[in-house]
């Protein structure tokens, strides 16, 4: 199983991308958007006061004696004062002939309002006309008024500054926004993973905690993936029970005939062809079961889970279950140390290894001798196995815990030769090890180390 | 002692029950957790021997079931999985033991007597033979009152003799029932047993007796 996996662009960077992205189109908009309005309301502003002020020029026009009289008030320069200082022209023309003012001020027919450019600065100029009639006499005036737009443009500015200001502002919130609105959807996706990762091997049960509706699709299928997966590992395992059921359970009434047939049997011939039955019997079975053991210890160790034991009770367990056997052997079993030596590991594993040792010791063992299991926690946690038998090879010690291999001086010993090998498996899943040794007053010793 | 065995298996079941009946115990046999269930509820064993693969469930519900009633009768499980297999639940179950099949019958016995002598409560099953007393489940024996340490094979040795007092056991005999079956026992390993039972019946009015080229004979000496 490959644990890499191929990761092409980020989801998070795209979703902040695109959000960031159109939080600052939006704010573009919105600033060109406030800014034209602005620009025609002060617009509109201008443009009435002038036309006022040009009215109010028109009104002061009169007839006498059969000339137009036209006396420029002063209240319609007044009202067209700004904090600018914006200059004022004006250009008065009677039936289109210039009488006063600046003569390159243009009267333009049907377009009240227009902007040009005049003497280097822009100007707003307003057109009005008024028709004036007397005793015998009908004249047309015709006024232009112009007004630059430094106030205007000064007010413009102001107005684009805070709307930039308030679009910067607009962006920025956007833009967290943005950010958390990502986390919190990338964190659901979080939250998955860390629930996926924090199960342990042997959990396959399906998500029962809420999710969002976009993740139900996804989390069904890991669902139902589990749910396979399950199925076919608990297939399989109780494919392993139900073979093992029906290989031993045939050997069990053999073993158990050959047993009862042995009791009542005299001839010596026979007896001997029972024992051998019995024997082989025996190895076949204990062969069969190291090799579940070695496949279940291997499966184990790949997917290690740790829980939190307490060595020494680990091993008084084993020892209690093991005395009725040992017993049977004269052999004695003990356990030194005691108080607690706390450890995260495997306790089926550990005990596996533990028992394989054991069982080891027990075959090499000389009558009514003794074996015993010391648990230390320093300077690393390790169970040792000693017992009082012939000890290793001494040229050998270095390959007994390679597999199936046995010792020279075995020959004579029921076993597959697994239990070395289940044991350094057990201490190297758990980072520790395996160490095989001789006492100087004789026997073997096995020490099982592991790491925190 | 009183036996229930729970076994599917027809022939398993006959094979244990004949090598139990050997041993002089009686053994009931349910082929079903129906009933196994008839059975506890008609008769009183000191011991349940439970399959786990049954016909008609799975032999840890019985368990559970047999754990909430009020009745405490040890229960051996004989399963065939393999012991590192976590499935193994049998001993958080409520079983007191368990054995692999395939089983050494001395094994079954050992491991049935130290759950027997866990439950200490039980009536006590001792033969009395002369100035001797034993207890099988315990293994003590006292001569004359007086209590005797032995180690399990002269207990064993000692159990067989006292079951067929003026019996003629063969050496080989013996020795099979002594020793497991992947031991390499020398000829003359028996007598040195035969000398230590002597030994710890001396001052008593049993007696081993030798018949040369046949075998031994307990004896009470009136």
Redesign the interface.
């Known amino acids: 199983m490959s644990n890499s996996v191929e990761v092409s662009g980020s989801l998070r960077n795209r979703l902040v991308l695109t959000l960031i992205g159109g939080a600052a189109v939006l704010a573009m908009l919105l600033f060109f958007a406030v800014r034209s309005y602005a620009v025609q309301v002060a617009q509109q502003g201008q443009d009435s006061i002038l036309e006022a002020s040009v009215a109010s020029m028109l009104d002061a026009a009169t007839i006498r004696d059969g000339a137009v009289e036209l006396d420029l008030p002063y209240s319609a320069f007044s009202m067209l004062s700004t904090s600018a200082d914006d200059r004022v022209f004006y250009a008065i023309y009677q039936d289109g002939t210039f009488l006063s003012g600046y003569e390159d001020l243009a009267y333009s027919e049907g377009q009240p309002f227009e902007t040009q450019l005049m003497r280097g600065s822009d100007v707003r100029t307003v057109s009005a006309s008024r028709t004036m009639i007397g005793a015998d006499l009908r004249t047309d005036i015709q006024i232009v008024l112009a007004q630059t737009q430094d106030a205007l443009s000064e007010t413009l500015d102001q107005i684009s500054r805070n709307v930039a200001l308030f679009g910067i502002g607009f962006f920025a919130l956007a833009a967290a926004l943005s950010f958390w609105a990502t986390s919190a959807t990338i964190g659901q996706l979080d939250k998955l993973t860390i629930s996926v990762t924090r199960r342990g091997p042997q959990d396959l049960s399906p998500f029962a905690k809420p999710v969002p509706q976009e993740m139900a699709p996804l989390v069904k299928s890991l669902n139902s993936l589990m749910g396979r997966l399950d199925q076919s590992l608990s297939q399989s395992e109780d494919f392993i029970a139900e073979a093992a059921h029906r290989v031993r359970t045939p050997l069990a009434t053999v073993r158990s005939y050959a047993e009862a047939t042995l009791q009542r049997v005299d001839k010596e011939e026979n007896r001997e062809a029972m024992r051998s039955m019995v024997k082989a019997i025996d190895e076949s079975s204990r062969a069969a079961g190291q090799l579940l053991d070695h496949a279940m210890t291997t499966f184990r160790a790949d997917h290690l889970e740790r829980d939190d034991i307490d060595l020494v009770e680990l091993v008084a367990e084993l020892v209690q279950r093991l005395t009725p056997i040992v017993d049977m052997k004269d052999l004695t079993l003990t356990q030194n140390g005691d108080g607690q030596v706390p450890y995260a590991g495997d306790p089926i594993l550990i005990q596996s290894a533990v028992r394989n040792l054991i069982d080891n010791s027990m075959k090499y063992s000389p009558v009514e001798s003794a074996i015993t299991i010391t648990v230390a926690a320093d300077p690393a946690p390790r169970i040792t196995v000693c017992d009082q038998g012939p000890g290793f090879p001494s040229n050998e010690i270095e390959t007994l815990t390679a597999r199936f291999q046995r010792g020279a001086n075995a020959a004579t010993t029921i076993g597959s030769g697994l239990g070395l090998t289940i044991a350094q498996d057990v201490a190297l899943a758990h980072g520790g090890a395996l160490h095989l040794t001789n006492q100087p007053e004789g026997g073997a010793c096995v020490t099982l180390s592991f790491s925190h | 002692m009183k036996f229930l065995l729970v076994e599917d ?1 027809l ?2 079941a006959n ?2 029950a ?2 139990m009946r ?1 041993d002089g115990h009686i053994i009931d046999h349910a082929e079903n957790l129906g009933d196994a269930q008839a059975f506890i509820e008609v008769g009183e064993y000191e011991l349940i021997l439970l399959d786990i ?1 049954l016909p008609d469930g799975d032999g840890r519900t019985f368990l559970a079931q047999h754990r909430a009633s009020d009745r405490d009768t040890p229960v051996i499980v ?1 399963t ?8 193994i639940s049998s001993l958080d179950m409520g079983a007191d ?1 368990y054995v ?8 079954l016995e ?2 049935c ?2 759950v027997l002598r866990r439950r200490s409560g039980n009536a006590k099953t001792t033969i009395e033979l002369g100035k001797i007393t034993f207890d099988p489940v315990s293994g003590q024996m006292t001569v004359d009152g007086r209590a005797v340490q032995m ?3 002269e207990l ?1 040795l000692l159990e067989l003799f006292l079951n067929a007092p003026g019996q003629i056991f ?1 050496k ?2 013996l020795s ?1 029932r002594l020793f ?5 026992v020398s000829e003359n390993a028996i007598e040195v047993y035969i000398g230590r039972l002597r030994k710890h019946l001396s001052g008593s009015d049993l007696k081993i007796t030798t018949l040369r080229g046949i075998g031994y004979r307990l004896d009470h000496v009136e």
């Open positions: 298996n022939d398993l094979a244990i004949s090598r050997q693969m004989l065939a999985r393999s012991q590192v297999s976590d499935r033991d692999t099949k395939p089983f050494d019958h001395a094994e050992a491991r007597r130290a180690r399990n094979r064993r063969s080989n005999k099979d497991s079956f992947d031991e390499d």
